[in-house]
């Protein structure tokens, strides 16, 4: 909620807006701004007033002013990290905790109040301490909010000092726990997001080796399938289609990140079901998108990313066709069945036309890439599975296949099937 001109100028006894009590170019008042900032200053009667309705109140508009950059910039001014962390040790109401870690949270889309942030080392540990000592969840959504945009607008000195504080609270595994324990789904999506950031920002040259010690543990694949599952089984419904897909394709961003390691082969040996059970949900979804004719250019970024993850991971010879290759090839058929239909005549627009065009071309290849992937490694049983499946479509399926050495992998372990076949009839 945003609050209006008359709640926040002035007083409740005189509400009027005077001439000069704004803040920057909003319609904010300093007045009751600085109301708030000197009762969280006065411990004495702190205490009592967090127990107010009306200072929990106050405290939300206040948050919701922290979407303006001059109210960010006049709370800076006067220091309200530093009350912050005057005020934060005497509070133990959840709600009230909350609203001051999501203000910090909104703060801290600015850089100047990240600096400072930074700097104040006990304050910092004292808030992402919340992480592993709290349970509750609104809580924790701001929390991981809040590391989200320290992290964004980082300097490599900062990222440091993140590092060091990951590892003396033990941070992924309470993030992981949360992944696999929680079943509110606002706190799941805003975990995986931040697992993406710390991704992102901490798995870079130079933190490499931190962020392999720290987070690629045994417990995080497992943990992100859970948080996947739970997200898109019981809480598809609430999820908006942009906010969904955003989580499919984060999540593979997530484990490409895990398995980019030398020896994360050996550390994720044992997820080899929990990584097919993402892979199965998130191409099953696609293929429902395309059976609608919803051409989505993320489906590029996805077929690569699962194309990636099959090959680190020994999933291919215990894997059933149904966990990825039936609904690849399914994906397949279905863009060869449109196209076929466009070329004898459909409603398609021009435009619609050429971008249907551009999608096959491009789209094609990889799904025959990922198809041909999974016969070359596939158990015979499956193998024969497969290609009684593919049937007629192999040969244009295995054409279009970039890698040369996978064709020829493909076309000897066919051929060989294909032989063995016929001397069967010939017998």
């Known amino acids: 909620m945003k609050p209006d001109n008359e709640?926040?100028?002035?007083?409740?006894?005189?509400?009027?807006?005077?001439?000069?009590?704004?803040?920057?170019?909003?319609?904010?008042?300093e007045r009751f701004v600085l109301k708030i900032l000197l009762k969280l200053a006065n411990l004495n009667t702190l205490k009592d007033e967090i127990n107010e309705k009306s200072f929990e109140d106050d405290l939300c508009i206040l948050w919701d002013m922290t979407a303006e950059k001059d109210v960010v910039l006049f709370l800076q001014k006067h220091d309200v990290l530093k009350l912050f962390h005057f005020a934060l040790p005497v509070i133990e109401i959840p709600r009230i905790i909350e609203i001051i870690v999501g203000i910090i949270a909104n703060m801290c889309c600015l850089r100047v109040v990240v600096r400072v942030l930074m700097k104040m080392e006990r304050l910092l540990h004292m808030v992402i301490s919340y992480i592993s000592n709290n349970d509750d969840s609104l809580l924790l959504v701001q929390l991981l909010r809040l590391v989200s945009a320290c992290l964004f607008l980082a300097n490599d000195e900062e990222l440091s000092i993140w590092m060091d504080i990951f590892t003396s609270i033990d941070y992924s595994s309470a993030l992981y726990f949360i992944l696999k324990n929680s079943s509110h789904k606002d706190l799941l999506v805003t975990a995986l997001e931040n697992f993406?950031?710390?991704c992102s920002y901490c798995n870079t040259e130079k933190f490499q080796m931190q962020f392999f010690t720290y987070f690629v543990t045994p417990h995080a694949l497992d943990s992100l399938t859970i948080a996947l599952c739970e997200i898109t089984k019981n809480h598809g419904d609430e999820c908006v289609k942009e906010e969904l897909e955003r989580v499919f394709v984060i999540s593979l961003q997530i484990v490409l990140n895990l398995l980019g390691f030398d020896k994360s082969s050996e550390i994720y040996n044992g997820s080899t079901e929990e990584a097919l059970s993402m892979i199965n949900i998130i191409l099953l979804y696609y293929e429902n998108k395309l059976n609608l004719k919803e051409m989505d250019t993320d489906l590029f970024d996805i077929v690569k990313s699962t194309t990636t993850i099959v090959n680190i991971l020994p999933v291919n010879d215990t894997c059933e066709p149904s966990k990825y290759l039936e609904p690849t090839y399914s994906m397949w058929k279905t863009i060869n069945s449109i196209a076929k239909s466009n070329e004898n005549g459909s409603s398609f627009e021009d435009n619609d036309i050429e971008e249907l065009e551009e999608f096959s071309e491009n789209i094609k290849p990889l799904l025959s890439g990922l198809i041909c992937n999974y016969i070359a490694k596939c158990s015979n049983e499956n193998l024969f599975k497969v290609l009684?499946?593919?049937?007629?479509?192999?040969?244009?399926?295995?054409?279009?296949?970039?890698?040369?050495?996978?064709?020829?992998?493909?076309?000897n372990r066919s051929n060989s099937y294909r032989s063995r076949l016929e001397d069967t009839i010939d017998m």
């Not at 100028?9 to 008042?29: H, K, L």
């Open 196 to 198: 993406n950031t710390v």
């Open 388 to 411: 009684d499946t593919i049937g007629g479509d192999y040969d244009d399926i295995v054409r279009l296949v970039k890698d040369k050495n996978l064709r020829e992998l493909v076309n």
């Open 7 to 29: 709640t926040v100028s002035g007083d409740a006894e005189n509400p009027i807006q005077i001439a000069g009590d704004v803040i920057g170019d909003t319609a904010y008042s």
